[in-house]
């Protein structure tokens, strides 16, 4: 396991940790998707203008992201066509807990507590996702936390003037927090399965994005708590 970016980004808040999961742990966490991809069937929303969203998402926790012509982008309590969310059950949040422990140090992993939500994006074969800004939240203050399983997939963020460009594979973290928290970033492709890089758990080709959030204002003192660790 390496974090990448340590020297020239880390201070950006910006890390990404490689095989931070083993082959084992991502087939576990797959199966757990698929509970929740039973439970809150994949959707492709429509955004603002009309148009549908490019990737297929849902989301477990006790919010969810959305999107629709009406509101824009926004978190609601329930799927649209199933009720509330499922729960983030213990794996997801073990696991979550696991890369804050990776990206920060062991006494950070205590964070895994407070997220509240964790977005589930499906990318087909060739997919990408543009240029955006993770702000629909009330918190900007808990980093985010993306884990990749399934296909490699082409990573980009603007860091200042500085473009960042990355290859995401199965079992990587990408945590954005500090000033990357909203930095614009976007996944500019999915690639085709590296031959010699770690086994894809997903039953099907793609890439699975688990993207966990705070969506929700946090208690001042717990931000302060955070804002000093970090």
Known sequence: MAVDYQAR????????VRQAFSDNLSSLLARCARQVVKAAPLMRPTMADGTPLRVQVTSC???????????????ADRHPRMGPWPAMDEVMRGCLAEALARAYGDDMAW???IYDTCLLNFYGPGDSLGWHQDVTEEDRCMPIVGISLGDPARFEVELGE?????????????????????????????????????????SRPGRLSLTYRRARCLPGDIEDRIRRKR
Not at 9 to 16: E, N, P, S, W, Y
Not at 166 to 184: E, F, H, K, W
């Open 9 to 16: 980004h880390a201070d950006l808040g910006l890390l990404v």
């Open 61 to 75: 926790g006790d919010v969810g992201w959305m999107a629709t012509r009406a509101r824009g982008y926004h978190y």
């Open 111 to 113: 964070m895994a507590g």
């Open 162 to 202: 500085e473009q960042v460009s990355t290859i995401v594979r199965s079992g990587d973290v990408v945590v954005m927090g500090g000033y990357s928290r909203l930095a614009r970033h976007r996944v500019a492709e999915v690639m085709p399965p590296d031959l010699f890089g770690p086994r894809s758990p997903l």
